[in-house]
């Protein structure tokens, strides 16, 4: 069965520093990765996106790819304690004509004032 | 507003009732999905819908049903639910370009509870 793995956290940091979320897949030949947020209660937001090896910067956020480790972290720089929320790292799967987004389980962040 | 909107935002419904879920993106999209997400749990496929046509179906019991009658609507239809059958549900839509998809664009969801 093909998984994403996340470490469920709960995740404190301070706020200025820099928060690290990290997330590990099955499916070897998996192209696209996805980065949500998600606030309680709320639907879940898309943060980033990444195809390629290595890193891919946008403002505060940073995602980086390593197929061959078949790994995917998020990095938010200077946290604020409006980050503070779930974030789901999701990898998209195809097979043959199917497709299918599977998301891990979410990593909680609490950015501490 | 992320251009998908899902009705009703909150539902309460008895094991015996009929329901249904609505969903509608504004996107163009021609894909279009229901998840199921519940406390302490991963968000869980349950229908894929590529250009009208269901190409997944992840084992979900048929008391669920689902309906898309354009590349626009999307329904899910629920009869005889289970108490363990309440959670968020949500609708997303994403654009199949090739080989790549565009990324999921999600509703506000359903809040279910089955009593």
């Known amino acids: 069965q093909k998984e994403v793995e996340q470490n469920s956290g709960p995740l404190s940091v301070p706020e200025g520093a820099i928060a690290s979320l990290n997330c590990t897949y099955s499916?070897?030949?998996?192209?696209?990765f996805f980065w949500y947020r998600q606030y309680s209660g709320k639907s879940p937001e898309l943060i980033m996106f990444?195809?390629?090896?290595g890193d891919k910067e946008d403002g505060r956020f940073t995602a980086q790819l390593n197929k061959a480790s078949q790994y995917v972290s998020l990095l938010i720089r200077d946290s604020q304690p409006s980050d503070s929320a779930t974030y789901l790292c999701?990898?998209?799967?195809?097979?043959?004509?199917?497709?299918?987004?599977?998301f891990g389980s979410g990593t909680q962040l609490t950015v501490l004032p | 507003e992320t251009g998908v909107t899902q009705t009703p935002r909150h539902l309460v419904m008895g094991m015996t009732n009929k329901k249904s879920l609505k969903c509608e993106q504004h996107l163009g999209h021609n894909a279009m999905y229901w998840y199921k997400q519940s406390a302490k749990k991963p968000l869980e496929l349950m229908f894929v819908y590529n250009f009208k046509e269901q190409t997944e179906n992840n084992s979900v019991p048929s008391r669920f049903s689902p309906e898309c009658p354009n590349s626009s609507h999307l329904f899910l239809h629920l009869h005889t639910l289970q108490p363990e059958d309440s959670a968020l549900y949500l609708c997303?839509?994403?654009?199949?370009?090739?080989?790549?998809?565009?990324?999921?664009?999600f509703g506000q969801g359903t809040r279910l509870t089955v009593v």
């Open positions: 997303a839509s994403s654009q199949e370009v090739g080989y790549w998809n565009t990324e999921a664009f």
């Open positions: 499916d070897r030949g998996s192209q696209s």
């Open positions: 990444i195809y390629s090896n």
């Open positions: 999701a990898v998209l799967e195809i097979s043959g004509s199917a497709r299918q987004l599977t």
